[in-house]
């Protein structure tokens, strides 16, 4: 399995619109997407313009697939990296799993 954690610092004033990006986006990429196990994103209550994304890959090829797809073309590398400043990707193993 693969891991992808990406922190990203949104530009000022579109945590709601990044957040409503990234609604539409989950069940027409993610969603469908036979490979991916798991795409989960959170915002902190504390830190405003700022997102985390946690998603979880059968493979490589899985991960491929996903940034191929048109929905992730349209609306993560179109509209949503808009709104970015910067974002870092850490790839991780899982270790443990309960």
């Known amino acids: 399995m693969l891991a992808k ?3 990203i610092q949104l530009k000022p004033g579109n945590q709601a619109f990044a957040e409503e990006i990234v609604r539409s986006f989950a069940p027409l990429g993610p969603g469908v997407e036979e490979g991916t196990l798991s795409f989960r994103v959170y915002r902190h209550p504390a830190n405003p313009d700022y997102l985390l994304f946690v998603e979880h ?3 490589q090829a899985a991960y491929d697939a996903h940034t191929g ?3 992730y073309k349209d609306l993560i590398a ?3 990296a808009d709104l970015i400043v910067e ?10 799993s309960l």
């Open 5 to 7: 954690v990406f922190p």
């Open 57 to 59: 890959f059968a493979n």
């Open 69 to 71: 797809s048109a929905a």
């Open 78 to 80: 179109g509209r949503f």
């Open 87 to 96: 974002f870092v990707e850490h790839d991780h193993e899982l270790l443990v």
